[in-house]
């Protein structure tokens, strides 16, 4: 079953990275932790056991 604790935290953690980037004005930066936390829960998902 997959884990959407681990996902949530995950993917709200990274979106909180992401927001303090983009005030900063680091677009790039933010991009990247969304990308790096997308693949990761999506990693999460895919290696969960059924």
């Given at each position: 079953?997959?884990?959407y604790d681990?996902?949530?935290s995950?993917?709200?953690n990274a979106i909180t990275d992401a927001l303090e980037?983009?005030?900063?004005q680091n677009f790039?930066?933010?991009?990247d932790i969304l990308i790096s936390?997308?693949?990761k829960a999506e990693e999460v998902y895919i290696t969960a056991e059924n």
């Open positions: 079953m997959a884990n681990k996902m949530y995950l993917l709200f980037k983009l005030e900063k790039g930066d933010a991009k936390a997308q693949q």
